[in-house]
């Protein structure tokens, strides 16, 4: 299972992951995309099927958006990511702004429930990640926290055999 990191940092917010993919202690692939930048909202998919995750919770952003006229902020994000975590048995980290238009992350894991603290990690590498995310400063500009991100990955991706060196991080300004 892939490592994934979703941080709350000053004006913005982060969403990396690495891109190796493993089954069965096998390596299948080491270009695995799971993070994904979109119209006002990111996802980082850690497990499940990610092309699946990513359409379904598409789709019912635009829906959502079709319906209301405007992209849900991080707490309807965040039902809609648990709704299509439970159907699709995902562990996944979300970012969207909040009411006040400040990015804010969220985990939502397979069985529905949601997560909302910052730092969050995900996969096989969580826990030397937490480690080096609570060690971490934050209160840089979103790109240096991308950066320190991308450093935390590398770092994790040398102790675990499941986490890859090749990182994808994208950023949600604050409006």
Known sequence: MPTVIAVR???GAVVAADRLATRDGRVRSRDRRRVFSFDGWLLGVASGDVDRVRDRLAVAVEEYRTERG?????????RLAAEVA???DADLVVAARDDEGAARVAAVRADGSRLAESPIALGTGAELALGRLEAASFDA????AAETVREVLAGTAERDPETGET???ATLDDE
């Open 141 to 144: 500009p979103v790109e240096r």
């Open 86 to 88: 439970a159907a699709a």
């Open 70 to 78: 405007y992209t849900p902020g991080i707490e309807p994000l965040g």
């Open 167 to 169: 990182v994808d991080a």
């Open 9 to 11: 940092a000053a004006g």
